[in-house]
């Protein structure tokens, strides 16, 4: 990409931000600004903080230190259930769909009015339905909208959650490894979906191990290991440094 | 033969119901219309209790024990606002306070009464889940009542309080057990709308994804603690309107209804009906009331065991529910 | 050792981090201030009601202490709550009774009959699946189960001739302790004599070892089954025992029978809670319909006598009790600290996949953790019934407070057990020194909720467990 675009504003900038596990130093001290177009990679061995990273951003796990700008306001402790007013969704590395509901509602759950009072006996809205249908019918499981969600495939489970994040609509997206374990059907689709997402303008953040589809994907990448950045940049310039080379191989 | 079998297996939800509903119906009729009231009534009330405990237990997912509590703080609250004052209490036990007032205008103070006490047990419980929520609401119930039975000037301690107006509306006052029956019906009724109304809103998949996984759906934006506590004030509220209802319906009310282990039993009315099912609930009521009541019918059963013979048995049905059917007769959700 | 944190879900994300500074930190320390205070205020004005106290607490807490436990070694090994256990408690208590009351009551055949089968299934399946796997290589498959079964049965029906004839539990247990202490014997003088006898090479001396072995074991079991019968005080003791392996037992058929298969594909700690609740009612009502709802007297085994001290006054028995916590404590500390059973079971308590991918029959240990556990919840019943009046519910109670004891101690730690317990019984018997005695579950409670809130790795929780 060209460097206008890595330098528009980030939607999503961290500064200094740790978390510790015990003595175990998860993320250390991590200042990343996220460009706010196109798809931005991060990777890293494992236990390299990847995964808690995102944790960190979505309010998930809670801060030990640091700050997390986003949506231009400054925080500290980022609370998971205002991550969607700030703009930001994500999905979860093991999928964390609502097991012993239906795919129809683990989508229409995502819809509804957010405080208590008006959802108490708010009844689902037609254009919730709609966007509802809309959503199943894109990741393909309008067919399978009757059934539980815990007897799905384990790809169906991954599109499901994927069309739940993108039934929020936010501005920014955090996808964690979303394409481990998939066929490689299934992985076109996912590819698809975020590809479209990407160019209807929104941020997307993902986690992945496979070089090759952070190289077809990413315009941006980020290199962590062990809770701190290795490198940042554009891929094929990072992915070639040599100490990016080295934390891989001596992994 | 193969193909009955599988109708059956597919059908098993409606033919447990038409077996529970049927069996329950020729067994109260064949006992007499008297019998079927008054069993009718209080299986009513225990299905208004189980139908508000099923949306914490079967619809949020936390197994609460601390619903006699609630069904006792209302029927305390009913008990001493309608105390009549022209019936003269023994000499030998404490006067309380009698206010007389009368029974439907003592309700609605019941169900708020306890809707605060749950919303303040509420912001200790909601921190807590699984079998830690268990233990802990357990302790609510051990309070409470110690409340009923430490309390003096108010509960009269374990004398109990037998001056309990029955609900009356201008000159109509049901003292006919059919005429209660009525009332029990048109609570139960509006209890069951209320639910329908709550379960299948978004409210209530809220409470059902909040069951399955608190963290994520806090991710989509959702405040699980306010949903939690809402849910738990209104299960609340209706364990008080069943318990206001009890005590108008035995017109005398004692500490030891509300002994802790009595808890276990309306839980077991949620397990056994089917978790996440309202209908279950009602089905589940239907066969812990016939239980006790038939106990009494069984031939060869000594006298005096009957109560214990009903523990026993709801323990095994619990056992063998878990072991082949953890969501219940009709359940929508598996623990 | 953090497994028991999922149950409470974290409060407010991202607070100060736990310091004296902190909100948390001085809500604490106000209120251990303020304990201290309340603590002395009473000993200036009332110093022997305060002796008294303590030593109520002491009391309360030898219980607790024994509860906790128990819990602590089927909690930490298997990670759910069981209730199932307060039922073990009341049985083992009323095995006792059933051997003390018998003028009250006859004897049924069919109960006699349901107590020896029981034991005969549970012994069966433990030669089966513990003893037999060992002499697989050295016994032909039939005869070994044949042998086995024969064996389980007889003992099984010994079992119920020994529960249909109550009041002649000495006779009919002496043949029993006689042969114990024959093999006792055996097994000593075998293990520490024979090595050094068969250095000598000698044939002769060899049989003259083993004769000399056999009339020992002769002599000394039978000495040891007369005395057995012929001393009335040894009756308490024994049905006290067989109590405890009774519960023992049915912990073992009921792990086998419910509680095997629903591991398997629990979801939630829930199932296994609901499951063991049925259990538990089933059980307490069993024995409600045998024995009747009311409050039961044992006799007091070492008399009524009060001793006194520090102002106060404490039965004996009180005093047998405070130390019966520490045995049992030495015990399973021992026993999971420098045993390889304990090596496996603190194994299976890390993670049990694994323990099962490295050879660890997990079954069979979580098994004969159920069997110990349930055992001292039998013990801890038997103490609880000769220091006070029996009730079928008495163990529901003192389990939760148990589970309280062993929570604000710190989950999943043994000294923590001990240290909640001593801790429980002091607070619910100082805090209703101004209120009154019924308030001690509910402070029993609001204590374990403070802790739970403030504290939720108890009071030895590790630096790991309070971040």
Redesign the interface.
């Known amino acids: 990409m060209t460097t206008s675009e890595t330098q528009a504003p980030s939607a999503l900038q961290t500064d200094k931000v740790s978390k510790h596990f015990g003595a175990v130093r998860a993320v250390d001290e991590l200042s990343i600004a996220i460009p706010s177009t196109g798809m931005t990679s991060i990777v890293g061995p494992n236990g390299s903080g990847k995964s808690t990273l995102v944790n960190l951003l979505s309010g998930t796990l809670p801060l030990d230190g640091g700050l997390v700008i986003i949506d231009g306001k400054g925080l500290r402790v980022v609370h998971a259930f205002e991550t969607p007013d700030h703009g930001l969704t994500r999905t979860f590395q093991e999928v964390r769909l609502f097991d012993q509901i239906t795919v129809w509602d683990n989508i229409m759950v995502v819809l509804t009015s957010r405080p208590w009072l008006p959802a108490l006996f708010e009844r689902a809205k037609p254009d919730y339905k709609q966007k509802a249908e809309e959503i199943l019918k894109k990741v393909g499981m309008w067919e399978k909208r009757g059934a539980l969600a815990q007897n799905l495939s384990y790809g169906q489970r991954k599109l499901l959650e994927i069309g739940r994040a993108m039934a929020m609509e936010v501005k920014v997206y955090l996808f964690d490894e979303p394409f481990a374990g998939l066929f490689p059907q299934m992985l076109e689709r996912v590819k698809d979906l975020m590809k479209e997402m990407r160019d209807q303008g929104h941020t997307i953040v993902f986690i992945e191990h496979n070089m090759d589809i952070v190289r077809e994907l990413s315009d941006h990448i980020f290199v962590l290991d062990s809770g701190t950045l290795l490198a940042e940049g554009e891929v094929e310039d990072v992915l070639n440094r040599p100490e990016v080379i080295e934390a891989y191989l001596g992994d | 033969m193969n193909q009955s079998a599988r109708f059956l297996r597919e059908n098993i939800e409606m033919v447990l119901t038409i077996v529970i509903i049927g069996g329950a119906i020729a067994f109260m009729l064949s006992q007499g219309v008297r019998f079927t009231i008054v069993t009718g009534t209080i299986i009513g009330i225990y299905a208004i209790l189980g139908i508000g405990l099923n949306l914490v237990i079967g619809y949020t997912g936390l197994l609460s024990v601390a619903h006699i509590g609630f069904f006792g703080v209302g029927a305390y609250t009913v008990a001493v606002l309608t105390t009549d004052p022209n019936i003269e209490p023994p000499k030998s036990i404490d006067v309380i306070p009698a206010i007389g007032m009368p029974w439907f205008a003592a309700l609605p103070i019941a169900i708020v009464l306890t809707g605060i006490v749950a919303l303040l047990a509420g912001f200790v419980f909601n921190r807590f889940r699984d079998d830690v929520f268990a233990l802990t609401t357990f302790g609510f119930a051990l309070i409470a009542l110690g409340v009923f039975r430490n309390w003096l000037p108010v509960t009269r301690g374990p004398f109990g309080i037998r001056e309990i107006a029955k609900p009356s509306i201008g000159i109509w006052d049901f003292n006919e057990p059919w005429e209660y029956l009525v009332i029990v019906m048109f609570f139960l009724v509006v209890v069951l709308i209320i639910c329908w109304l709550i379960v299948h809103s978004s409210f209530g998949r809220v409470l059902t994804a909040i069951r399955e996984d608190e963290q994520a759906i806090e991710v989509f934006g959702y405040k699980a603690t306010y949903y939690k506590l809402v849910g738990w004030v209104i299960s609340a509220m209706i364990a008080a309107l069943a318990g206001a209802l009890m005590a108008g319906l035995i017109e005398f009310i004692e500490p030891t209804s509300y002994v802790p282990l009595e808890s276990i039993l309306i839980v077991s009315i949620v397990i056994i009906g089917g978790l996440a099912s309202l209908w279950g609930s009602v089905l589940g009521a239907t066969v812990f009331v016939l239980l006790e009541e038939g106990m009494r019918f069984v031939p060869g059963l000594p006298v005096g065991i009957e109560g214990q013979a009903r523990w026993a048995i709801l323990g095994l049905l619990l056992i063998v529910l878990m072991l082949f059917r953890p969501q219940g007769l009709v359940g929508r959700y598996k623990l | 050792m953090l497994k028991h944190l999922?149950?409470?879900?974290?409060?407010s994300?991202?607070?100060a981090?736990n310091g004296v500074t902190s909100p948390k930190g001085i809500a604490v320390s106000g209120g251990v201030a303020i304990a201290i205070g309340l603590l002395a205020l009473m000993l200036v004005l009332d110093p022997d009601r305060f002796g008294q106290t303590f030593l109520n607490g002491m009391t309360s807490a030898s219980i607790y202490g024994i509860m906790a436990i128990g819990f602590t070694l089927q909690y930490s090994t298997v990670w759910?709550?069981d209730l199932s256990y307060a039922a073990m408690s009341t049985t083992a208590a009323y095995t006792v009774l059933h051997f003390h009351s018998s003028s009250t009551r006859d004897p049924s055949l069919v109960f006699s009959s349901v107590v020896g089968l029981l034991i005969a299934v549970a012994l069966a399946w433990t030669l089966y699946t513990w003893v037999y796997p060992r002499l697989r290589h050295r016994l032909p498959r039939k005869p070994a189960l044949v042998i086995g079964g024969a064996f389980a049965a007889g003992i099984g029906i010994y079992t119920g001739i020994l529960f249909a004839n109550p009041e002649e539990l000495n006779l009919y247990i002496s043949p029993l302790i006689g042969v114990l202490a024959a093999g006792a014997v055996i097994a000593l003088l075998s293990g520490l004599l024979r090595p050094r006898v068969s250095d000598l090479n000698s044939t002769a001396l060899n049989y003259l070892f083993v004769l000399f072995t056999a009339a020992a074991a002769i002599v000394l079991g039978a000495l040891a089954g007369w005395i057995i019968s012929a001393s009335p005080q040894a009756n308490l003791t024994l049905s006290a025992a067989l109590g405890i392996v009774v519960v023992g037992c049915i912990s073992l058929v009921l792990y086998r029978g419910?509680f095997f298969?629903?591991r398997r594909r629990a979801?939630?700690?829930?199932?296994m809670?609901?499951?063991s609740?049925?259990?538990?009612?089933?059980?307490?009502?069993?024995v409600?319909?045998i024995f009747t709802?009311q409050a039961h007297d044992l006799p007091d085994p070492l008399g009524t006598d009060p001793i006194n001290m520090l102002g106060g006054s404490v039965k004996g028995f009180r005093i047998f009790m405070w130390g019966a916590v520490i045995g049992v404590f030495a015990i399973v500390a021992l026993l999971v600290n420098k045993t390889k059973w304990g090596k496996m079971v603190r194994a299976i308590s890390d993670d049990e996949e694994v323990a099962m991918v490295v050879g660890i029959n997990t079954s069979v240990v979580i098994a004969s953790v159920f069997f110990l556990g349930s055992a001292i919840f039998g013990f801890s019943g038997v103490l609880m019934g000769l220091d006070t009046a029996i009730r079928p519910?008495m163990g529901?109670i003192a389990l939760?407070k148990g589970?309280i004891a062993a929570t604000i101690g710190g989950l999943g730690n043994l000294r923590g057990a001990i240290v909640g317990a001593l801790f429980l019984g002091m607070v619910e018997n100082f805090g209703v020194w101004w209120i009154?005695s019924?308030?001690k579950?509910?402070v029993?409670?609001?204590v374990?909720?403070l802790f739970?809130?403030f504290r939720p790795g108890g009071i030895l929780a590790s630096?790991?467990d309070r971040?």
């Open positions: 999922k149950s409470i879900t974290p409060t994300g991202g607070v981090p759910y709550f419910i298969y629903l979801r939630s700690p829930m199932i809670l609901v499951a609740l049925g259990v538990m009612i089933t059980l307490i009502a069993l409600v319909i709802a519910t529901f939760l589970w009154a019924d308030w579950d509910a029993a409670f609001i374990l909720i739970l809130l630096k790991q971040t």
